[in-house]
C-alpha cells in the first residue's frame, strides 16, 4: 500500500469539510428538542411540522413557479448568445454581448439586484410598467443573470462538437434553421440540460437579488427561510434543509448514473466495432 | 475546414441571423447594461422624501433644461468613515476568504486532475455538488456549529479543554469561515478544469530532467494554472466583497462590510441615492477585477 500524497490528503480533508456541517445539519432535523444543539431523543416531528407550515409550502411553489419559467427563458436566451459568440463572425456589437455575459456571473449581488429594481422602478414611472413587483420581476432577473450561465455551458458544448456534420448538412442545402434544429441542437442537447438544471437551482437559491426586485405579494423560498433563520437556529429550517440535500443528491446520483451508462454504451459499441 | 464553414455561415444565416443575435443583446442591454446608467443617475441626484424617494436630476421649465448633479452623495462616503472602514473591511476580508480557498482548493484540484480517469466525475460531482444545495442553508450550517452552546463549545466543554464557551459567532472568523466553506467549489471547478488539461508529458520531462518534484511543480505546473487560479480567485474575491448574506448570518458588530452596509442603506434608511453611490464606488473597485475575470473567460470561451 502506497502513501498517499499530500495532495490526495487534502482532497479528502476538503470533502470532509464541505460535507460535515450539512450532515450536522441533517442529523439535528432528527432531534426531538427545539434546541438545535441539545440531543433529546430522535424525532420525526420537524417533519411534520414543516409540512404544516403553509407560509413556506406557499413560498416553495412560489420559487418553483419562478425557477421554471426563469430557466426556460435563460435556456432560449443563453443558447442564442452562446451560438452568436462561438459561431458567428465578427460583428458589431460582439465584444459588447460576450462582456454582457461575463459580468453576470461575477457581478456582486447587491449591485444587480439595486439596479434592477432601480430599472421596474423608473420603467413603471415612464411607461407604467411594471405597476407592481413580484413574480414577473423576479423571473425578469433571474432569466437575465441565469441565461449568463447557460451561455457559459453552453457554447463550451459548442466548442466541443464535430463542426463537419453541420457543415454537411449546410453543402447538402439545408436550410440553416433547420440545420440548427435537427443537428446541432441533438448534439448540444446534454448541455442545454445541464444549463437548464443550473439556472433551476439558480434561482430556487437566489436571495439578494429577489429581496430587491419582488414586491409585497411574492415571497421566495429562500426570503422565508432568511427572515427565519435571522433570529436564530430553528428545527423546521433543519427539516428543510434536509429535504433540499436529499433531492439534490438524488438528481446528481441519477445524472452520473444516465452518463455512465450512456458512456459504457458508446464505449460497447466501439469495442464491437474494433472487434467485427 | 473550420474556416470555411465560418466564413459561409453569417451568409447562410442571414436572414436569421439578425434576430438571433438581437434578442440575447437586446435582453441584456436592457436588463444588464441600462440598469447602470440609471443606478449612476440616482447617485447624482437628491434624497427626498417622496414615492420613489429621490428627486429628479432633469427638470425641464420655461423654456430651460435644468440638470442638477449633486455629487453630495459621493462627497458624503468619503467624509463619513463608516463606508471607508467598509470598503476597505469587506476588500480585506474577501482578500484572505479568497487567499485559503486557494490554498485549500488548489491541492484538491490537483489531486482530483491526477486520479484515475473513472474517479474525475464523482469527484467533481461530489466537489459541486453542495453548490447545488442551497448557499443560504450551507450558510445557516455554520450557525449551530459556531453557536456558544453550538457543538463545537459543548465539545470542548465536554472534553473539559475550555471552562467557558469561546466566542466564534459573530466575529470575523466566522465570516471568514463562512466565505471559504460557501465559496470553495467556485475555487476548485476552474483549477480542475485548468490542472486536467495539463500536458503531462511536460511533467514527465522535466522529472527526466532531474527536477525534483516540488521544483517541478514550482517551475511548470504553477505557471501553466495561471489562467485556473484567476478565474478561480476572481469568482470568489469579487462576490465576496459585495457579499451580504454571511456577514448578516455570521458577522457581528465588528463586521463592516460593504454590501450589509448599502443593503442597510437601501432597506432600513430608504436613502437611495446613497445606496447607489455606495454602488457605483464598489463597482469601481471592481472593475479591474472583473475585467481580469472577463480576459479569461473570453479567452476560454474562442480557444
Avoid at chain 1, 462561438?86 to 449581488?109: D, I, N, Q
Avoid at chain 2, 463562512?178 to 500536458?199: E, H, K, Q, T, W
Amino acid at each position: 500500500m502506497k502513501k498517499p500524497s499530500f495532495t490526495t490528503l487534502m482532497l479528502i480533508a476538503g470533502l470532509l469539510f464541505l460535507y460535515l456541517p450539512m450532515a450536522i445539519l441533517m442529523f439535528y432535523s432528527f432531534n426531538s428538542s427545539r434546541l438545535v444543539t441539545v440531543w433529546a431523543g430522535f424525532s420525526g416531528r420537524w417533519y411534520i411540522e414543516l409540512f404544516r407550515d403553509r407560509q413556506i409550502l406557499a413560498a416553495v411553489w412560489t420559487s418553483l413557479r419562478i425557477a421554471f419559467f426563469s430557466a426556460t427563458m435563460a435556456v432560449c436566451l443563453g443558447t442564442m448568445a452562446a451560438f452568436v459568440m462561438t459561431r458567428f463572425t465578427r460583428f458589431r456589437g460582439k465584444t459588447a454581448l460576450s462582456s454582457m455575459v461575463t459580468a453576470p456571473l461575477v457581478m456582486p449581488e447587491v449591485i444587480t439586484g439595486l439596479s434592477l429594481l432601480l430599472l421596474f422602478v423608473h420603467m413603471a414611472q415612464m411607461i407604467g410598467w411594471p405597476a407592481d413587483r413580484g413574480m414577473v420581476t423576479i423571473w425578469i432577473a433571474h432569466t437575465t443573470f441565469c441565461s449568463a450561465y447557460v451561455a457559459v455551458v453552453v457554447a463550451s458544448r459548442l466548442r466541443e462538437v464535430d463542426l463537419s456534420i453541420e457543415e454537411a448538412a449546410l453543402d447538402l442545402g439545408s436550410p440553416p434553421l433547420k440545420t440548427f434544429f435537427q443537428i446541432t441542437l441533438p448534439m448540444i442537447a446534454p448541455a442545454l440540460a445541464a444549463g437548464w438544471l443550473l439556472a433551476f437551482t439558480l434561482s430556487l437559491d437566489d436571495l439578494v437579488i429577489a429581496s430587491f426586485v419582488s414586491g409585497p405579494g411574492a415571497s421566495t423560498l429562500p426570503m422565508v427561510v432568511f427572515s427565519s433563520v435571522r433570529m436564530g437556529v430553528s428545527p423546521k429550517i433543519n427539516a428543510l434543509a434536509t429535504l433540499i440535500i436529499l433531492t439534490v443528491s438524488l438528481a446528481t446520483f441519477l445524472a452520473w448514473y444516465f452518463m455512465r451508462r450512456s458512456e459504457n454504451k458508446r464505449r460497447m459499441a466501439m469495442a464491437q466495432q474494433d472487434a467485427g | 475546414m473550420k474556416s470555411s464553414l465560418l466564413a459561409r455561415l453569417p451568409r447562410a444565416l442571414r436572414p436569421g441571423r439578425g434576430w438571433v443575435i438581437a434578442a440575447p443583446l437586446l435582453w441584456l442591454t436592457l436588463f444588464f447594461l441600462l440598469p447602470f446608467g440609471i443606478v449612476l443617475k440616482i447617485s447624482l441626484s437628491d434624497a427626498a422624501i417622496s414615492v420613489p424617494p429621490y428627486s429628479a436630476i432633469f427638470d425641464y421649465s420655461a423654456e430651460t433644461l435644468n440638470i442638477a448633479l449633486n455629487f453630495g452623495n459621493y462627497l458624503f462616503l468619503t467624509t463619513d468613515t463608516l463606508y471607508v472602514a467598509a470598503y476597505w473591511g469587506s476588500v480585506k476580508i474577501a482578500f484572505l476568504s479568497t487567499l485559503l480557498c486557494l490554498l485549500i482548493g488548489y491541492p484538491m484540484a490537483y489531486a482530483m486532475a491526477r486520479a484515475p480517469a473513472r474517479w474525475q466525475l464523482v469527484l467533481l460531482l461530489l466537489v459541486m455538488l453542495p453548490s447545488w444545495t442551497s448557499f443560504l442553508i450551507r450558510v445557516y450550517a455554520w450557525m449551530g456549529i459556531l453557536s456558544n452552546n453550538g457543538l463545537i463549545n459543548n465539545g470542548l466543554l465536554w472534553l473539559g479543554l475550555i471552562d467557558s464557551p469561546i466566542r466564534m459567532m459573530n466575529t470575523n472568523f466566522a465570516v471568514i469561515l463562512g466565505i471559504v466553506y460557501a465559496y470553495l467549489p467556485f475555487m476548485i471547478l476552474p483549477l480542475y478544469a485548468n490542472l486536467s488539461r495539463l500536458d503531462g508529458s511536460l511533467l514527465e520531462a522535466a522529472s527526466d530532467l532531474g527536477s525534483r518534484k516540488f521544483n517541478t511543480f514550482l517551475k511548470v505546473t504553477l505557471p501553466l494554472s495561471k489562467g485556473g487560479i484567476i478565474a478561480g480567485s476572481m469568482l470568489v474575491f469579487i462576490p465576496a466583497v459585495g457579499e451580504y448574506v454571511i456577514p448578516e448570518l455570521l458577522g457581528g458588530p465588528n463586521t463592516v462590510m460593504i454590501g450589509k452596509v448599502l443593503w442597510e442603506e437601501f432597506f432600513h434608511n430608504r436613502d437611495w441615492p446613497v445606496a447607489s453611490a455606495l454602488a457605483m464606488v464598489m463597482l469601481a473597485i471592481l472593475i479591474i477585477p472583473i475585467a481580469l475575470f472577463h480576459r479569461y473567460q473570453s479567452r476560454e470561451l474562442k480557444e
